[in-house]
């Protein structure tokens, strides 16, 4: 115990698992919106709502947190965090059978684990960010690709479950999935954390605002978030349009080879990011993210379209947390403020991205291939953005 109390790796492994757990409340529920309807009768388009809930709820904590983390402390707030997820995944497994209303235990459910996804978002990054080690970029692009290490094990394993023991027998995952944040909170109680700025001392919210520096890392945040899920929201849609496999073969195919190579990306930078330069690599990156929308729009080649998702995946991975080093190094005193902030804005991108691109199918008749190119907007602004982030003086902090 006194290692763990006395190890920063113990801290890293601890925020690895947080964004596992992250992926699980993000993750899981989708896979049974079709169960959820055929159990408890509930329209498809009322259970849909789930996900407005739960991007509405973690958008709301992503906001608040920058005014109450600092206050409370990373300590009590991550633990806090992790207890929420827990809590949310036993009640989807419990609520809905107690409940006269299933839907409404099912609501309170993703509340509950909104609310802790959104404090994760918040506190993984500025926790490793304050960690006393080296190659500070290299270990955010890491961190970040548990995400998607553990959003292709949640796709494969619960597959796998129900191919066993049935989907109707789905409750019992819903609490064994249940078992990681809880552990990882009694983890997260006993590793060291230290805080990126003293209490008092970052800069506050209206000071970030009358930035130029933040609207920038801002956008940026956008940019890379709508670049994301633009794709990745419709990269099941591709495989299963035009490949003509099943929905299982589909998932597998599409958000997963999405999910794989988006980590492959995070995990190779982070491997070898201390002799790369982040800011090139992320303009590199870009361009491939341009070349991938405009091979899965324009390929008459259903497996070369598909190709296009997975080298999107693989293009925007280093996006999300290389924004957050650029942010991290740029404006130091920006403190947890700016990271909840930063995750607002990209949690902002990933819904309006795949809006954008579902509002521009529905104009061009459904044309889901000509809908996508719009999504080819989001890394030419980035690449913008990037470029003006350049021009600026790194010593500007409010």
Aim: aromatic share 12%; charged share 10%.
């Amino acid at each position: 115990m006194r290692d763990i109390r006395a190890s920063y790796d113990h801290t890293i492994y601890a925020c690895y698992l947080g964004y596992i757990t992250q992926a699980i409340v993000n993750n899981f529920a989708p896979l049974l919106f079709l169960t959820f309807r055929s159990s408890y009768g509930i329209p498809l388009e009322q259970i849909t709502l789930l996900v407005t809930l739960n991007f509405g709820v973690q958008l709301t904590v992503d906001f608040l947190s920058a005014r109450f983390v600092d206050k409370i402390g990373y300590r009590v707030c991550v633990v806090a965090a992790h207890v929420c997820a827990a809590l949310g995944l036993v009640c989807m497994g419990t609520l809905p059978q107690v409940l006269s209303r299933p839907f409404v235990g099912l609501c309170l459910s993703v509340v509950l684990y909104a609310i802790g996804g959104g404090l994760i978002e918040v506190l993984v990054s500025p926790i490793v960010e304050a960690c006393p080690t080296e190659h500070k970029e290299a270990a955010m692009s890491l961190l970040h690709s548990f995400y998607c290490w553990g959003h292709v094990f949640v796709v494969l394993l619960s597959t796998l479950y129900f191919t066993l023991f049935g989907v109707e027998n789905w409750r019992w995952l819903a609490y064994f999935w249940a078992v990681l944040p809880a552990v990882n909170a009694v983890y997260f109680s006993q590793v060291p954390i230290q805080t990126l700025v003293e209490e008092g001392e970052g800069l506050s919210i209206g000071q970030l605002m009358r930035s130029r520096l933040f609207w920038l890392l801002f956008l940026l945040m956008v940019c890379s978030g709508a670049a994301e899920q633009s794709m990745s929201q419709w990269a099941s849609t591709f495989a299963e349009d035009g490949l003509q496999v099943s929905k299982t073969i589909g998932d597998l195919a599409g958000p997963c080879l999405f999910a794989l190579l988006m980590g492959s990306s995070r995990a190779i930078y982070g491997k070898l990011g201390e002799r790369l330069r982040l800011e090139p690599f992320m303009a590199g990156s870009a361009v491939l993210c341009v070349v991938s929308y405009l091979l899965a729009c324009f390929s008459p080649n259903p497996a070369l379209g598909l190709l296009g998702c997975g080298l999107c995946g693989f293009s925007v991975g280093i996006l999300w947390p290389g924004t957050f080093s650029i942010a991290a190094k740029r404006c130091p005193a920006g403190g947890t403020a700016l990271f909840a902030l930063l995750a607002l804005g990209g949690d902002v991108g990933c819904g309006g991205g795949p809006t954008l691109v579902g509002l521009m199918t529905g104009v061009l008749g459904g044309n889901l291939k000509r809908g996508l190119l719009f999504g080819i907007l989001f890394p030419v602004l980035l690449l913008f953005c990037l470029w003006l982030v350049g021009r600026m003086s790194g010593r500007e902090n409010a």
